[in-house]
């Protein structure tokens, strides 16, 4: 992992993915972090709700990191086809 990140505090976090349930975000941040990308998600209180406008987990990385996570992303998207990236 990449230990050279500014602070992260006054760090602006890009989301690069979103999932429809916290353990399908926590695997893609796993994966992300496999390859040195620090990754966070949000949103995973309303994931679950079940109403007409349902919440979604978003997978937040730097922005710095954000072109590189999405480039990961779309490589194993054949994995995930009916999730949007």
Known sequence: M????PD???T???TVAERG????ASILISLLQEEGIRA???GGFTSGFRAEAP???AVQTIE???ARAKEIIAEIKVEWP???A
């Open 2 to 5: 990449n230990d050279n990140h």
């Open 8 to 10: 992260l505090d006054s």
């Open 12 to 14: 602006k976090l890009v």
């Open 21 to 24: 349930d916290e353990m399908s």
């Open 40 to 42: 966070i998600a949000t």
């Open 55 to 57: 919440g979604m987990v």
């Open 64 to 66: 710095s990191d954000a």
């Open 82 to 84: 009916e999730e949007s």
